[in-house]
């Protein structure tokens, strides 16, 4: 099932797929497999984003006059592509919320890197201070205040010159999952803001970082039952999930 970007009217001007698969629906929730290159909610750019889309499509598909309620329950960067939840009520929304606020939420993400990591499993903690006038955050020590962050990581397969590794993140800090890789010399391929020597091109032509949010499991906010939601790889993922 997909969701009809064709009565958007930014959707063209942004370049964003013109049909966005929706992983999952329901009367309370909403989960697409989101793009890279599209925004999670709209911003200065004016660029149609995740939200603008579900809402549109979902005011034409089941005939609704009006405003239609859409709740952005956490945020994919712009180059990120997988799994972004959406709620279709305010009691999904919040519930999840506080899901997602209490780390209830276990999210999953597959990265490569540039760079060897040498472990093969373990867990990074880090500080982070974010930069509001540039968008970007950095790893400050115990001298500087920042806020904790930490991350699961498991390696999945190893090349000459990068590494395929999956990513568990216990915090959800902006940036977070960029910075803590960038820090230890192993950047995101094709993240050039944190360091990447690389590009990469996402579907629609634009720019795209090797960062997929695969798999999203929480509790459902009207059911008693634990849920998973994944996305494949796709399109434009380099290798298709091999490291290069």
């Known amino acids: 099932m997909y969701l009809d970007c064709l009565d958007t009217q930014d959707a063209g001007r942004a370049g964003i797929p013109r049909m966005i698969k929706i992983l999952y629906e329901d009367n309370h929730l909403l989960a697409i497999d989101k793009p890279a290159g599209l925004l999670s909610q709209g911003d200065a750019t004016g660029d149609a984003s995740a939200v603008d889309l579900a809402r549109d499509d ?12 859409v709740g952005l329950l956490h945020r994919l960067d712009r180059p990120v592509s997988g799994v972004l939840m959406l709620a279709k009520t305010s009691k999904a929304a919040s519930r999840l919320s506080r899901q997602f606020h209490g780390r209830e939420v276990e999210k999953t993400y597959l990265a490569i890197v540039e760079g060897i990591v040498q472990e093969d499993e373990g867990r990074w903690m880090d500080r982070l201070v974010k930069d509001n006038e540039h968008n970007t955050s950095r790893v400050v020590d115990e001298r500087e205040t920042g806020r904790e962050c930490g991350v699961d990581f498991q390696v999945l397969g190893r090349e000459r010159r990068t590494t395929l590794v999956q990513l568990l993140p216990i915090t959800g800090r902006g940036h977070q999952l960029r910075v803590q890789l960038s820090s230890r010399g192993l950047p995101i391929v094709g993240d050039r803001r944190y360091g990447s020597s690389s590009t ?4 629609d032509g634009g ?19 634990r849920m998973t939601v994944e996305s494949p790889l796709p399109a434009d993922w380099p290798g298709r999930g091999r490291p290069n």
Request: proline share 6%.
């Open 207 to 225: 720019h795209r970082i090797a960062l997929h949010a695969s798999r999203l499991t929480f509790n459902h906010p009207t059911r008693e039952e």
């Open 58 to 69: 979902l005011r034409v598909r089941y005939q609704k006059p009006g405003n239609v309620f």
């Open 200 to 203: 990469l091109k996402a579907c």
